[in-house]
């Protein structure tokens, strides 16, 4: 049984920092490209940051310089380091694992909110 339990979700002010953690179990964890993405009130999922097997990153223009993807294959965790939030930034975030060569194989963890607000 696959799952992606995220944590570190809450509110924080506009500046401020947080650092989520996606903890996946049932599968093995290196052998996955992980994600994160988000869903705001009214808006589609849209994809924040990305990163592969072999470490390499990939990240929205709207959180390139504020906002780091990293992971640890140890601990079976993927990590979403978040500097300089915005209101714009709040939204519910998700974790996903897909495979390199089948993107169609996926999976997703149940979200944690995120609240930028004074």
């Known amino acids: 049984q696959v799952q992606l339990v995220e944590s570190g979700g809450g509110l924080v002010q506009p500046g401020g920092s947080l650092r989520l953690s996606c903890a996946a179990s049932g599968i093995i964890f290196n052998f996955w490209n992980m994600g994160w993405y988000r869903q705001a009130p009214g808006n589609e999922r849209e994809l924040v940051a990305t990163i592969t097997t072999g470490g390499d990153t990939n990240y929205a223009d709207a959180v390139k310089g504020r906002f780091t993807i990293s992971r640890d294959n140890a601990k079976n965790t993927v990590y979403l380091q978040m500097n300089s939030l915005k209101p714009e930034d709040t939204a519910v975030y998700y974790c996903?694992?897909?495979?390199?060569?089948?993107?169609?194989?996926?999976?997703w963890g149940q979200g944690t909110q995120v609240t930028v607000s004074p």
């Open positions: 996903r694992a897909a495979l390199p060569w089948n993107n169609d194989r996926n999976y």
